[in-house]
């Protein structure tokens, strides 16, 4: 995936203003690589993540879609700026994409079986049953729910279980980019450290690349090679995420990393 002077805006809609949520964004991610996205609300993270999923054609009920006005970003070598339907359906089941709200989205009338299996169907629907049933046990298994379930709904689960589902239904088709905004979102801090522990075994066995979007440094530490930061839509640091932190290079950064080392040193006296 390469973002090259990428700016996205949205476009004004009734009362509102256009208004340019991304801005000259240039970034890379390599083959097999886990790069974090930190941001604070508003800095434009989500906006990237669909977009970068070829999620940013239709608009939402009562809204409008973002639109890429300048520079380009290129996924398995498609060009997001010309992208047609036809080729967003395409990369729809090439990149799995984990959605901010995606637990909380999940099809209330399906059961967990069909929840993953879906995906699937929506690319074949001839595809064998007898091999879709072992493959959405293969999955379920994966990200450590119980095989018990399998034939439950996801209201029936935590809120834990519902973000592992949401990341078995984005992975079951072995997409090669996984993109994770805000995976630990809403999610309490006994189960965050197992959700991104979860993502990264996951990306250890497959090898896949992935874009891990989140408020929380932390979580990124835990998980990403290297870390992109955005203020106000505006790229403010890149690189690895340690030598992001020592040297940085815009105020918001610099805050990052005092907050860091004073929450590091409280927990040394502590």
Do not use: C, W
Not at 23 to 49: C, N, Y
Not at 117 to 141: F, S
Not at 152 to 169: D, V
Not at 195 to 211: C, K, M, P, T, V
């Amino acid at each position: 995936m390469i973002a090259s002077d990428l700016t996205i805006e949205y476009p004004a809609h009734g009362p509102s203003p256009a208004y340019v949520a991304v801005r000259g964004l240039d970034l890379r991610l390599h083959p097999g690589e886990v790069l974090g996205l930190l941001g604070e609300s508003g800095s434009g993270k989500s906006t990237i993540a669909r977009v970068l999923a070829g999620q940013f054609l239709e608009a939402p009920r009562g809204g409008v879609h973002p639109v890429i006005t300048g520079g380009d970003a290129e996924v398995f070598g498609e060009s997001l700026r010309r992208l047609r339907r036809r080729d967003a359906d395409r990369l729809m089941f090439e990149v799995g994409y984990v959605a901010q709200d995606a637990s909380e989205n999940l099809p209330p009338n399906f059961t967990v079986a069909e929840v993953v299996g879906e995906p699937i169907l929506l690319r074949d629907r001839h595809y064998n049953r007898k091999a879709l049933e072992a493959r959405v046990v293969t999955m379920v298994d994966a990200v450590r729910l119980p095989l018990s379930v399998i034939p439950r709904y996801p209201y029936e689960l935590s809120a834990g279980q519902r973000q592992r589902l949401a990341i078995a239904r984005a992975m079951v088709l072995a997409p090669a980019l996984l993109i994770a905004d805000e995976p630990t979102a809403a999610i309490d801090a006994l189960v965050r450290n197992s959700i991104i522990d979860l993502i990264g075994e996951l990306q250890q066995h497959s090898a896949f690349s992935a874009l891990v979007i989140s408020h929380d440094l932390a979580v990124l530490r835990r998980i990403a090679d290297r870390i992109a930061i955005l203020k106000d839509g505006v790229l403010v640091g890149y690189g690895p995420i340690d030598d992001v932190l020592a040297k940085p290079l815009h105020p918001y950064v610099e805050r990052l990393a005092a907050e860091l080392v004073g929450h590091t040193g409280a927990g040394e006296r502590d």
